[in-house]
């Protein structure tokens, strides 16, 4: 018995200078001549689970707990092992043991309360965790944990629970989830630098730590820091490398640098862990379809609608009523199109409309209200219905963006007979006369768009690069930009710019504007569809990675044969961009 004591001694000597093999193999060598020491069978448990073999491990400390079952110590450490492996229910079993067995220990009551936050009983966690600070008020982990019981309860909780993490961090400023934990709620709030140093903290204490490497290298990617964005995720897949949302993640970054063929390798790859996930099979459709590859991509695009986004706002909804296909029966029959995305999504894919009323359908318009009049101009539409009120009877639906997959639509079959929109001729011709004092050549210009737009950082140049059209000479140049574009344009004292944005109350008023207008020059907004649509000529600004729908180098589109592209000759870089707008300009208008 001597030998196996001096033995365990040797071996946990081992175990605490980190020799976990040596450690492994002394407790074997225990085991061999004594196979129910409940120290060996414990100790091994725990040297397996640091090895990375947690299921033998809790074998071996179950065992060890049948043998003797009144040390608290085991439950704990197996509540632990249960814990790594996501088997949150069962650790709390163990933790109830441990904490029945030594009730003052403060760090097991904490233990417990993250299991059961885990579990999914907030009411017992955060109960367990005031019983853990009652016992020790300066435990980190368990001012972190009562937090995380706080998390999404609502009203002063979230404060509190916010609260709770900055107090965890403070006594342990190595605890990395409590630093994960706020940079949580700064990137939630759209703190972005407050996350970021979160984040980094939370790294710095925890390298491993996946979570906080993906939610900063999403920060970094949204500021178009791409490189430092890989950094993170190729950090956290040395790390994880079956993780999907990893490779997710890092296929948006390559797609944003250009690197297609990678992009679509990387979405392939977490596609392969996580078949379910639609938000990379909607972002893998988006890829395919810049690069033409139309088929595959619209069948991806389709998984927009699994999408928490879509899900959230119940877009395209019509559970009561079949999808709208080309062949379904046409006697009488009604089809609702929705519109679902953006006004510039709705300008462009309305085209199809038409094409609907061709085959038999009556097609009953549902659009957002700013759009109203001007879709009352398409052709094959018998009504309008605003978005958001109840759409009349109807016998099929479809969402507007599903449209050019439900046509098998290919770059070289985009229907795209321009004009499919239609002014009104009293509206037209009232600005003709309010213009017409207005001389030279009419060049109106756009230089945002929604600032809700999850690229709008990428694709709107601001005016300031749009300056110099004002400058050439024998131009006046008109706003189209609603939505604080007054305001910028005192701000950069741009005078010589008309402004008659206040009396544009709907898309069908600033119809009637453009049509009126010798050239429109715009970045990727809503007024570049609609002067696309009316069949007036446009030069669309492209940052150097742009928006599906503008395909790749081409300087021409398949939807608006009127629109010349004139993409960004390096990331970032509008003024190059501005300059060949302004040489086009010269060349057919001056």
């Not at 220990?105 to 005031?130: E, F, Y």
């Not at 999907?244 to 990387?266: Q, S, Y």
């Not at 790859?269 to 996580?274: S, T």
């Not at 510039?344 to 759009?371: E, K, M, N, W």
Request: net charge negative.
């Amino acid at each position: 018995m001597a030998d196996l004591t001096e033995a365990l001694t040797r071996a946990v000597d081992r175990h605490q200078a980190g020799d976990l093999d040596s450690a492994e193999q002394a407790y074997r060598v225990i085991l061999e001549n004594q196979p129910d020491h409940a120290d060996a069978l414990h100790l091994l448990g725990l040297v397996l689970y640091q090895k990375g073999d947690p299921a033998q491990a809790t074998d071996l400390i179950r065992k060890a707990i049948s043998l003797v079952p009144g040390l608290p110590m085991y439950h704990g450490n197996l509540g632990r092992v249960l814990m790594a492996q996501g088997e949150a229910h069962g650790a709390v079993d163990a933790y109830r043991n441990a904490v029945a067995l030594m009730p003052d220990d403060a760090a097991l009551h904490s233990d417990m309360a993250a299991a059961l936050v885990t579990a999914g009983d907030s009411d017992a966690a955060r109960s367990r965790a005031r019983l853990a600070l009652e016992l020790n008020p300066n435990l980190a982990p368990a001012h972190l944990n009562l937090g995380l019981a706080l998390q999404g309860t609502g009203g002063t909780a979230a404060k509190e629970a916010e609260a709770c993490f900055r107090r965890a961090a403070d006594l342990d400023p190595g605890l990395a989830d409590a630093h994960h934990a706020l940079g949580q709620i700064h990137q939630a709030r759209g703190e972005g630098d407050a996350a970021m140093e979160c984040y980094r903290l939370a790294i710095a204490a925890r390298p491993d730590l996946i979570e906080a490497r993906c939610n900063l290298g999403n920060i970094l990617r949204e500021r178009m820091d791409l490189d430092a964005a890989m950094a993170q995720y190729d950090a956290a897949l040395a790390a994880a490398p079956s993780e999907a949302a990893l490779h997710a993640n890092r296929g948006v970054a390559l797609h944003e640098m250009g690197r297609f063929d990678d992009a679509l390798m990387a979405y392939d790859k977490a596609l392969e862990i996580d078949p379910d996930d639609a938000e990379c099979r909607r972002n893998r459709g988006m890829t395919r379809l810049l690069l033409g590859r139309f088929k595959d991509g619209w069948a991806d695009y389709e998984a927009r609608w699994q999408t928490r986004r879509f899900k959230d706002e119940g877009r395209g909804r019509d559970p009561g009523k079949p999808r709208w296909t080309a062949d379904a029966v046409k006697d009488g029959t009604t089809v609702l199109v929705q519109a679902e995305q953006g006004l510039g999504d709705t300008i462009q894919f309305s085209r199809y409309v038409p094409h609907i009323a061709d085959l038999g359908f009556h097609v009953t318009l549902q659009c957002p209200a700013p759009l109203m009049r001007l879709m009352a101009s398409l052709e094959g539409v018998t009504k309008t219905v605003e978005q958001g009120d109840p759409a009349p009877d109807h016998d099929f639906h479809i969402p507007m963006l599903s449209l050019p997959a439900a046509f098998a639509t290919e770059p070289d079959t985009v229907p795209a007979d321009v004009p499919y929109l239609q002014p009104d001729k009293m509206e037209t011709a009232a600005w003709s006369d309010r213009l017409a004092d207005l001389p030279g050549t009419r060049i109106g210009i756009s230089w945002k768009g929604s600032a809700a737009h999850p690229r709008d950082r990428v694709r709107s140049p601001g005016l300031a690069p749009l300056l110099p059209l004002i400058n050439l000479s024998g131009v006046s140049v008109l706003s189209l930009q609603k939505d604080g574009g007054a305001a910028d344009l005192a701000a950069h004292g741009a005078d010589a710019v008309v402004d008659p944005t206040g009396d544009l109350m709907d898309f069908a008023a600033t119809a009637a504007l453009v049509a009126n207008l010798d050239v429109v020059v715009t970045c990727d907004t809503a007024v570049g569809h609609l002067a696309g649509a009316l069949g007036r000529p446009v030069v669309m600004l492209l940052p150097h990675v742009p928006e599906w729908r503008w395909l790749l180098e081409r300087e021409d589109t398949p939807w608006y044969p009127t629109m010349r592209l004139i993409r960004q000759p390096a990331p970032g870089d509008w003024g190059g961009a501005v300059d060949q707008a302004a040489k086009y300009i010269r060349r057919h208008w001056l």
